[in-house]
């Protein structure tokens, strides 16, 4: 990962930090009423075995961990989203921290520029932790920064679950750039970053 690209996760990182001892329903629009009602909440993958997102890395380092063609790789197995104060809505899970959303009709994007990453506003992204092992087999630390690209969408779904319970997708593909703390003083890094992408679909459990 490029320094530039790891001073974005240290600065994602801790943003996410600050904002996790917020309390929920802060945003800008007020706390109920307004079109983030939709979404505000907590939702769960409607899978709890599979995900339809895929890693797959181009780079020698890490292609043989996540190769080509059908790798399933969860990052967001729930959303929770919460009221944003520069932005309609922040998910804080804590899955991928942190990714801020405006909403548009029955679609929520990702504010990209991020308006809490400044000076200048730099591109959205988050930063998500996982492990890969060594040759040994032990695991390794590893911490991939995510940035999605116009494509990465939430949206309600017309159809509810049989219950009665509303039904978003999250669908969309990014970039990871990925490093690896391997023992050394720089660490291992993607020169090429890999993708991303896929579509999941979520019920909610909590309502604002």
């Avoid at 530039?4 to 240290?10: D, E, F, K, P, Q």
């Avoid at 930063?127 to 087999?137: K, L, S």
């Avoid at 695991?139 to 949206?155: E, Q, R």
Wanted: with cysteine; hydrophobic share 35%.
């Amino acid at each position: 990962m490029k320094s530039l690209n790891r001073s974005r996760a240290a600065t994602v990182a801790t943003l996410s930090l600050a904002l996790a001892g917020m309390a929920a329903g802060c945003g800008g629009d007020g706390d109920g009423g307004g079109p983030q009602d939709a979404f505000i909440g907590r939702w769960f993958n409607e899978s709890t075995s599979t995900t339809g997102f895929t890693m797959t890395c181009s780079d020698p380092n890490f292609a043989p961990v996540f190769p080509s063609g059908m790798n399933q790789f969860e990052i967001f197995g729930s959303l929770s989203f919460e009221h944003g104060e520069l932005t309609d809505l922040v998910e804080t899970s804590g899955n991928c921290n942190l990714l801020n959303y405006n909403i548009s009709g029955k679609e929520a994007k990702v504010a990209d520029p991020d308006p809490y990453l400044e000076p200048p506003n730099d591109a959205a992204g988050c930063v998500v932790q996982f492990a890969i092992a060594d040759a040994a087999g032990y695991p390794m630390p590893a911490f991939g920064l995510v940035t999605p690209d116009p494509s990465w969408t939430v949206k309600l779904l017309p159809e509810k679950t049989a219950g009665g319970g509303d039904r978003l997708q999250l669908v969309g593909t990014a970039v990871v750039d990925i490093l690896v703390d391997n023992g050394t003083a720089t660490g291992l890094s993607t020169t090429t970053p890999c993708s991303y992408g896929g579509m999941d679909t979520f019920f909610r459990l909590t309502r604002p």
